[in-house]
T-cell receptor
Framework: GQQLNQSPQSMFIQEGEDVSMNCTSSSIFNTWLWYKQDPGEGPVLLIALYKAGELTSNGRLTAQFGITRKDSFLNISASIPSDVGIYFCAGRSTYNQGGKLIFGQGTELSVKP | EAGVVQSPRYKIIEKKQPVAFWCNPISGHNTLYWYLQNLGQGPELLIRYENEEAVDDSQLPKDRFSAERLKGVDSTLKIQPAELGDSAVYLC???????????????FGEGSRLTVL
């Protein structure tokens, strides 16, 4: 079945640094979603992408839908302590598995003040 | 607008006992999902409802898990009997139906954390 590879698994950065993480798929997706999950909470939607090549920002966050439709990237600029958490990518293809949303394994971000 | 509401937030039971989780989706969302999240992993779909119909339950272990959404709004997920390996977070999410005027963006509840002893 479809799988998502998300990397890196974890990151330890200094406050103020920029962060990049990505997700790759074995097959084509037509939707990419990026979520953040804080401890003890459910995932919260950050950015949604619907077209290949699309670049979308949400404050200090920017995500891109890869032109091959098999990958997506999330960048966080000028990180702050409240960026700490686990970031998940999720992809959906209406061509496979009835449009089921599949999640990556997550990138755990730690920010040192 | 109220978000997805789940209860209980935490549940500790002994193995072989039954347990049930409840979810109230965002008003107007006709698609409801139950996800399982193990520690250090991303959510994995257990079952998806379109209104009251289960349209994808292929990953639901039907020998011990059951779910219902009788009136197309609230849903319950039940485990009977629970096993040690069922310890996890059970997440409920809702969305407008993807492709039918909706983008299919999922909104999650806070989750129900189950510990089986």
């Amino acid at each position: 079945g479809q799988q998502l590879n998300q990397s890196p698994q974890s990151m330890f950065i200094q406050e103020g640094e920029d962060v990049s993480m990505n997700c790759t798929s074995s097959s084509i997706f037509n939707t990419w979603l990026w979520y953040k999950q804080d401890p003890g909470e459910g995932p919260v939607l950050l950015i949604a992408l619907y077209k290949a090549g699309e670049l979308t920002s949400n404050g200090r966050l920017t995500a891109q839908f890869g032109i091959t439709r098999k990958d997506s990237f999330l960048n966080i600029s000028a990180s702050i302590p409240s960026d700490v958490g686990i970031y998940f990518c999720a992809g959906r293809s209406t061509y496979n598995q009835g449009g089921k949303l599949i999640f990556g394994q997550g990138t755990e971000l730690s920010v040192k003040p | 607008e109220a978000g997805v509401v789940q209860s209980p937030r935490y549940k500790i039971i002994e193995k072989k006992q039954p347990v049930a989780f409840w979810c109230n989706p965002i008003s107007g969302h006709n698609t409801l999902y139950w996800y399982l999240q193990n520690l250090g992993q991303g959510p994995e779909l257990l079952i998806r409802y379109e209104n009251e119909e289960a349209v994808d339950d292929s990953q639901l272990p039907k020998d011990r898990f059951s779910a219902e959404r009788l009136k197309g709004v609230d849903s319950t997920l039940k485990i009977q009997p629970a096993e040690l390996g069922d310890s996890a977070v059970y997440l409920c999410a809702s969305s407008h139906t993807p492709g039918l005027g909706g983008t299919g963006e999922l909104f999650f509840g806070e989750g129900s954390r189950l510990t089986v002893l």
